[in-house]
Each structure stands twice: as C-alpha cells, then as structure tokens.
C-alpha cells in the first residue's frame, strides 16, 4: 500500500536541548574522556539501582565480559543461560573462552525457565547469567537461590531493564541493586535510556568494582585522572592485561540528563503498556505479554504472541499501514556463529525459544506515541489478524 497514513518508529530515544547542552558542557570543558562527568554518572547510578558500587564502561557487551571475568570465568567452564536473547550474552561467555549452555525460556513469557537450570548444573558449571528480557524482571529470587545452594554465582544481563523493579521481601527494588553478583546494564539508543552506547555494572563486591576500574582502562595502576591531578611525578604500571572500554565524558553527560528524565520515561512507558493490554484483550489471534505480579517491567519493548498469524506477513501487513515493527528476540543457537556445537550446549530442549523467535513481534512503544498513534495500531493490527483469520477460514 503507497499511501501511508504515518510511520510509526518501534522506538525512539528521548533526547533533546538538555543531552545537547550537557554534551557541548563537557566539550567547552577541554576534558573529553572518562574523568569527572563518568564519576559522577557512577555515582548517580549507583544511587538510583541503590547499589554500592557502579562503575561505567563502553557498553553492556563488555560489561557482561568484565563481569564474568571478575567472577573468574575462563576457558572451557559451562555458564548457564539462554538461547533467546540478543547474541551479546552468548559472545561474552565466549570472549572467555567459556561454553554457553542453553536452557529454554518459560512458557509464558520470555525469560528463563527457572525450572530447568539444575538440570543443566555440571561439575564445570561457574555461572548462572540471566537476562531481564526486555526490561521483564526474570525470577531473580529463585535464580539466586539455586545459585547459592549449588555455590554458583550469578550474572543479571540487566541491558534492557534500566528503570525495572523486582518485589524483594516485600519492598519495590531497582533492578541492580545487587541479589546476584553483578548486574550489568546497557545505554544503547534501543534501551529506555541512551548515552549513544555505553553500559554500566554494578555490584555490592568491591573487589569486583576495583578491577572493573582496573580492566576498563588497560590495566592501567594509576588512571589517568589521578596523574593530571598530581602534584608529583606519578609513573604508572601494569600488572595485569586490560581492554580499553571507557566511557566518554560526553557519554556520562548525556546519562545524567537521561538519568534524571527516566523515572518519568518509564511511568509514561508503563501507562501506554496498560492501555495496549486493554486494546489488545478485545482482538483475537494475539496475546499481550503476562507481567508477574512481583515485576514491574519498564517495558523496554512490548512484544506481543500471535496466535496462528504468520509473523513476516503480519509485520509486513503493519509495514504496508506505517506501522514499523521488529521479529521478537532471537535465539544464538540458531545463528551461524553458534552452529558449530563445539562453541555452546544445549542445556535443555530449546522448543518455546524457538517458537516464540518465530511468533512473536515488537509493536511500536515510544514516550512520544500518542492515543491516536496507539489506537491506529491497535486498530490496524486487529483488522489485519482478522483479515488472516477470515482467510484460512
Ligand atoms: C542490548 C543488549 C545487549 C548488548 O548491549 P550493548 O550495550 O549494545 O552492548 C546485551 N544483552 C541484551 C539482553 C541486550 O538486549
């Protein structure tokens, strides 16, 4: 169909003046690189998960890397997670040289299968990484609780869930304070809050927060912050082997404004999933995604189940009436970097990741969407599955 009536995005960040204006303070600034803006970022953070230590780097991918190496993660060791997610949390099993074994999702919703990971639990296994998939707490109490009866310990993937709260003991948390080991969050434009790219980890373990900072800057004894403040000579030196995955100063600017804008990101995302679980009860042939009633999602994505459609011809449906939209997520195991089976384990069957790749879309959710916006939606999706299930019939 040509004649489009609007194009809704899947996403869109929310930035303007204010990024705009942080981002040119640090560049009038003369310091450009991790120095005081990332500090004070971290700091900010941490207040805001309520966790102890936070500490910025590059993005969730190397987060996840540094975080399983703190742990101790190295060659051939067994890290349990999932299949269905973005391919991130498998390759930083794999930068450790470490084996991804794969356990199936809940038949329900998109995170892990709680049930299945003793099941998977061997002699090499050293970590459990869960992920909060598209900002849905998974069962982090019952994960940390296998965790520590078998002496594993446990990895939050928190990419999408900046801004998700878990109930625990009876009291709301952010995730990211620490139930698990390390919690590691991503800044990427598709999450709820972006700094162009740019993750953080967080953590009640100062030791694990000392060689983040360590690791995050080549290995390096003494940062470079502290030889420009010195009024000494200062050699450094490096004992160990680092990476370079710092976080600008422009980044860590750009964070704090969007730090300060996501409690209000999020209350607006939580009210346009409400009123798209109203639409969507009254059409048949999809199922809203389930929120438990001990999660409260900051519904990075909102991904829907369809119930016979075919997925591509109804994405493309959408497509052809301005309404973009995105496959659900993806699984490694299907995706040629893991098809060698030298490179991951199956820890379970793999059947309701698979389906759920394959029947479920992300419909469009972004704070600047408006009622009309989502009642076109809600109203073209709805004639389409219709259409579909008139014609099979
Ligand atoms: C986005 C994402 C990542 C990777 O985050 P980057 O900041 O882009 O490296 C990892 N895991 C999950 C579940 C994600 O959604």
């Known amino acids: 169909m040509s004649n489009q009536p609007y194009r809704i995005p899947v996403a869109r960040p929310v930035l303007d003046e204010r990024e705009a204006e942080a981002a040119r303070r640090v560049i009038l600034s003369g310091w450009v690189t ?21 500490c910025a780097v ?28 973005f391919i991130a949390t498998a390759n930083a099993v794999r930068y450790c040289g470490a084996i991804p074994v794969f356990v199936d999702i809940e038949a329900d919703g998109y995170n892990i299968d709680v049930g299945l990971i003793e099941a998977a639990i061997t002699r090499r296994t050293r970590a459990i990484l869960c992920v909060h998939q598209l900002g849905m707490p998974c069962d982090l109490a ?20 900046t801004g998700s709260e878990i109930l625990w003991e009876g009291n709301w948390e952010k995730i990211g304070k620490p139930h698990g080991d390390i919690a590691c969050f991503s800044f990427h434009p598709r999450k709820v809050v972006t700094t162009g790219d740019g993750g953080m980890l967080t953590t009640r373990n100062p030791e694990y927060d000392e060689k983040f900072r360590l690791w995050r800057q080549h290995g390096m004894s003494v940062p470079d912050t ?13 004992p160990e082997i680092g990476y370079n995955y710092r976080m600008t100063d422009v980044q860590a600017a750009i964070g704090r404004v969007q730090l300060e804008r996501l409690p209000g990101i999020v209350a607006r995302r939580r009210e346009i999933a409400l009123d798209y679980a109203r639409r969507l009860a009254g059409i048949e042939g999809v199922a809203a995604p389930r929120e438990p009633d001990w ?26 009436r301005g ?38 879309i992300i419909l469009p959710l972004s704070v600047q969407m408006s009622e009309a916006d989502l009642a076109y939606i809600a109203g073209t999706l709805g004639e389409v599955l219709s259409r579909r299930g008139r014609a099979a019939a």
């Open 34 to 54: 991790q120095g005081p803006e990332v500090a004070a970022f971290e700091r900010e953070f941490a207040a805001f998960v309520g966790a102890p230590h936070a």
């Open 58 to 85: 590059s993005n969730c991918t190397t987060a996840l890397h540094l975080a399983l190496k703190a742990i101790g993660i190295g060659l051939d060791d067994e890290v349990i997670t999932v299949s269905h997610s």
């Open 142 to 161: 019952r994960i940390v609780e296998i965790g520590q009866s078998h002496g594993i310990p446990v990895i939050e993937d928190a990419a999408c869930a």
């Open 226 to 238: 502290v030889r420009h403040g010195s009024s000494q000579v200062i050699y450094e030196t490096y």
């Open 295 to 320: 999660a409260q999602s900051n519904w990075q994505s909102y991904c829907v189940r369809l119930l016979g459609a075919g997925q591509r011809a109804t994405m493309q449906a959408l497509l052809d």
């Open 323 to 360: 309404i973009s939209t995105r496959r659900g997520i993806m699984n490694a195991h299907l995706e040629g970097a893991y098809l060698d089976r030298g490179c991951s384990v199956l820890g379970s069957d793999l059947a309701r990741s698979e389906a759920a790749q394959n029947s479920s």
